[in-house]
């Protein structure tokens, strides 16, 4: 779905803080709908945003067709399966994926918004307009699959 985003690169020292962007060519996660690099805002430091790798993956119920957005530290951490502590959203609990107009990122586009139950938000920015569309479409879907239960 959306690995086609360009190879743009963030300043930093560390080489993963230079891999912004969708991921590009073959899929570093089996079976992801979609996945690669966003900044993803501190919840308890509102000024701090870190860079995630955001991976979201088809869960298999008999009912509908899930999906579950998880956030790694890095693309190892996606493979192994290490999620960290609070890393993985069930997009059933997704009230609504927006891209505000105001706030940082927002005035370039980039910036898409994940409201859950239970009043948890994501907040992301990714790397392009076009890529944020990209990222706003698999979560928006990812969020809506609950509606389309198979019986």
Known sequence: ???????RRTPGSSNRSKQVGTFCGRPAVENSVCEGWL????PS????WQLKYVVILPEHNYFYQAYSINMFRSVSDAQEEEE??????DASDVVSV????TGRGSRERCRV???CEGGRRLE???????ECNMWYEALAKAASSRENEKF
């Open 45 to 48: 430091n509102h000024h701090l």
């Open 113 to 115: 918004n994940v409201e």
């Open 84 to 89: 960290e502590e609070n890393g993985v959203v």
């Open 1 to 7: 779905l959306c690995r086609t985003a360009s190879n």
């Open 124 to 130: 992301f920015i990714a790397s392009c307009k076009e």
């Open 39 to 42: 900044k993803k805002k501190n």
């Open 98 to 101: 927006t891209v505000p107009t």
